[in-house]
C-alpha cells in the first residue's frame, strides 16, 4: 500500500510515498527496488536490512547512492523520520527518489521480517 505525502525543504515542496515493508521485501525480492539504509554506521552495525546498500544520513551525498540499474530507489531508517529526509534531498538534487520505507526497521522487524547483526 502507498501513501503520499507533501513535505517541504527550503521553501521547496516533494512528494516522498509511503511504502509498506511487506512492499518493501517483496519489491527488493523481485529486483524492483534498491533498498538504501540511512542510518549510521553503529545503527547498521547492530543490526541491518539483509540487502540493502548504506548511505548514512549524517554524511548524505546523493551522488553516493549506488546505480539503481532500473530500480526505484526505497530509502530506510530507525522509524521512517530520516528517510523521508534522504527522499526529499535527493528530490533536491533532481533525483526521482520519492520512496520510504515507513516505519523503518522498527516496522519491518514488528510484521516478522529478517534482519542481520554485524551489518
Same mark, same amino acid.
Do not use: C
Given at each position: 500500500?502507498?501513501?503520499?505525502?507533501?513535505?517541504?525543504?527550503?521553501d521547496?515542496?516533494?512528494?516522498?510515498?509511503?511504502?509498506?515493508?511487506?512492499?518493501?521485501?517483496?519489491?527488493?525480492?523481485?529486483?524492483?527496488?534498491?533498498?538504501?539504509?540511512?542510518?549510521?554506521?553503529?545503527?547498521?552495525?547492530?543490526?541491518?536490512?539483509?540487502?540493502?546498500?548504506?548511505?548514512? *544520513?549524517?554524511?548524505?551525498?546523493?551522488? %553516493?547512492?549506488?546505480?539503481?540499474?532500473? #530500480?526505484? =530507489?526505497?530509502?530506510?531508517c &530507525? $522509524? /521512517?523520520?530520516?528517510?523521508?529526509?534522504?527522499?526529499?534531498?535527493?528530490?533536491?538534487?533532481? *533525483?526521482?527518489?520519492?520512496?520510504?520505507? %515507513?516505519?523503518?526497521?522498527?516496522?519491518? #522487524?514488528? =510484521?516478522?521480517?529478517?534482519? &542481520? $547483526? /554485524?551489518?
Open positions: 500500500m502507498q501513501n503520499a505525502r507533501e513535505v517541504a525543504l527550503a521547496r515542496n516533494f512528494v516522498v510515498h509511503d511504502l509498506t515493508p511487506e512492499d518493501v521485501s517483496k519489491g527488493v525480492a523481485e529486483g524492483r527496488y534498491l533498498l538504501v539504509d540511512v542510518r549510521e554506521p553503529n545503527e547498521v552495525a547492530a543490526e541491518a536490512f539483509p540487502d540493502a546498500a548504506v548511505v548514512a *544520513l549524517s554524511v548524505f551525498d546523493p551522488k %553516493a547512492i549506488p546505480d539503481p540499474q532500473g #530500480k526505484q =530507489v526505497v530509502f530506510a &530507525r $522509524s /521512517g523520520k530520516r528517510s523521508v529526509t534522504a527522499s526529499m534531498m535527493a528530490q533536491a538534487d533532481g *533525483l526521482a527518489y520519492d520512496k520510504h520505507l %515507513a516505519g523503518g526497521i522498527l516496522g519491518w #522487524k514488528a =510484521v516478522g521480517l529478517p534482519t &542481520r $547483526s /554485524g551489518g
